[in-house]
């Protein structure tokens, strides 16, 4: 990636210092921040989903940092609660510390989901109709979600500002173009868009911010007893891969070895082929 030199707030072109050279990391962080401004000031009402992963807590931290330290808008757990323990006891935690307004809705029981979705995809999708209840009764013309396109092929296809059309589909064919970081907001009734701040981020991005910023995570990432969570879901559907990582250095230094899909553990990721580009049609996070 190309390094542009830029000037820190106190330097003036005059100055003999050497101006800081903006690195990967910054870009990309400079990149999300735009993003969530651009989001702010176009969709009211807005809300970021904080699933309590790595993802998302990144997105609630560049958030803050995007709103000089408060996120001025709701951030939403749609709860299916069969989340690990740790995960409900961080939430409750930074919702706190971070001083966060948070949304918190639950999911239908899985015999009110489509009986052909394979088991662990029918389980999962129950946060497809979490998720349409809470935007229809908050209102919600914007939800900003912490998907990336090398976590997942389906997800590849998404825009940055992705239109969901009534019904809360996704038209995966029809999708505006997005040119010189120009982001449509089209608006017709029952339709929303969904923002992805991170799309271009990679997860080996991810953990190298985390390590920068020091933002706190969930400690089933790290691993305990030869084993750790690469990716956090619901107990029921999510396994631990193999590893010795117990520190973020650690992780980082894995992933640049593995040649392992980051979603191996989720049980869904090994049913049908096409499963995964059927939630997400039908609006799953």
Known sequence: MTQTPILSRDQSTTSL????????????????????????????????LWSLGKDSNVMVWLARKAFMG?????????????????????????TKKWDLDLLLGYCPPVEEIDPSLPPAARSAARKTAGLAA????????????????????????????????????????NQPPEFWDQYATPYEDGMHIRVHPLLSWREIDIWRYIERENIPLVDLYFAKDGKRYRSLGDQDIT?????????????IAELETSRTSERAGRAMDHESEDVFERLRVAGYL
């Open 17 to 48: 210092a050497q101006p800081r050279i903006m690195d990967d990391l910054d870009q990309l962080e400079a990149q999300s921040i735009f993003i969530l401004r651009e989001a702010y000031r176009k969709l009211k009402p807005l809300s970021l």
């Open 70 to 94: 408060r996120v001025p808008f709701p951030v939403m757990h749609v709860d299916t609660e069969k989340k690990f323990p740790e995960m409900y006891a961080f939430r409750d935690e930074y």
């Open 134 to 173: 809470m935007i229809e009764k908050h209102k919600l013309r914007g939800v900003i979600a912490g998907i990336r396109r090398d976590e997942q092929a389906t997800r590849a296809k998404e825009r940055v500002f992705s239109p969901r059309g009534a019904g809360h589909r996704w038209d995966v064919r």
């Open 239 to 251: 396994n631990p891969i193999e590893s010795n990582a117990s520190t973020v250095a650690e992780v």
